[in-house]
T-cell receptor, first 115, second 114 residues
């Protein structure tokens, strides 16, 4: 089955530590996205990538970094500069070649907590 | 920057009641509009979308939404809910001129009592 795989499902970070969240898709989608979900705030866009080797900051990129070296992979690093990293992180992809009215497909998410 | 507002954070209703969730957005140009649903323990999935044509769109599981351009609204409705409709619902807007990005509302948690 085609889909988006996020790992791990749960992740714990120590103060001052960088952690990387994995997102892999086998849908052959060009566009990939990272969101942060906090209660009552919906989903906020962290970073997105429309094509391999290119990515743009979203609304809340500070304290995060990404790479897009392969079409199917879009890892997110939560750096020590992110002062409030505890949240639920969602990865999504979209077939952007068919226009912006296409739906995004979401993974199951990673819940990050601070020790 | 565009914004999306969902008026109710929590809704509690009984089975067979009618449901309407409000969604308003702030951008005046061409938009694509979406409703997503997140059932407990599951990933977000698309309920329905509007991008052109008939402003009344029908989605899965008996949901529908009406795009009213003059009111910048895209309200979600279901005439008769079931216990299985318990979920969190998100409205999202794509501003066509801004490319393939979505702006989400804050979500509405719906609890349907059996």
């Amino acid at each position: 089955d085609g889909g988006i795989t996020q790992s791990p499902k749960y992740l714990f970070r120590k103060e001052g530590q960088n952690v990387t969240l994995s997102c892999e898709q086998n849908l052959n989608h060009d566009a990939m996205y990272w969101y942060r979900q906090d209660p009552g705030q919906g989903l906020r866009l962290i970073y997105y990538s429309q094509i391999v080797n290119d990515f743009q900051k979203g609304d809340i990129a500070e304290g995060y970094s990404v790479s897009r070296e392969k079409k199917e992979s879009f890892p997110l690093t939560v750096t020590s500069a992110q002062k409030n990293p505890t949240a639920f992180y969602l990865c999504a992809s979209m077939d952007g070649t068919k226009g912006s009215n296409q739906p995004q497909h979401f993974g199951d998410g990673t819940r990050l907590s601070i020790l | 920057a565009q914004s999306v507002s969902q008026h109710n954070h929590h809704v509690i209703l009984s089975e067979a009641a009618s449901l309407e969730l409000g969604c308003n957005y702030s951008y005046g140009g061409t938009v694509n509009l979406f409703w997503y649903v997140q059932y407990p323990g599951q990933h977000l999935q698309l309920l329905l979308k509007y991008f052109s044509g008939d402003p009344l769109v029908k989605g899965i599981k008996g949901f529908e939404a009406e795009f009213i351009k003059s009111k910048f609204s895209f309200n979600l409705r279901k005439p008769s809910v079931q216990w299985s409709d318990t979920a969190e619902y998100f409205c999202a807007v794509n501003v066509v001129a801004a490319g393939n990005k979505l702006t989400f509302g804050g979500g509405t948690r719906v609890l349907v009592k059996p």
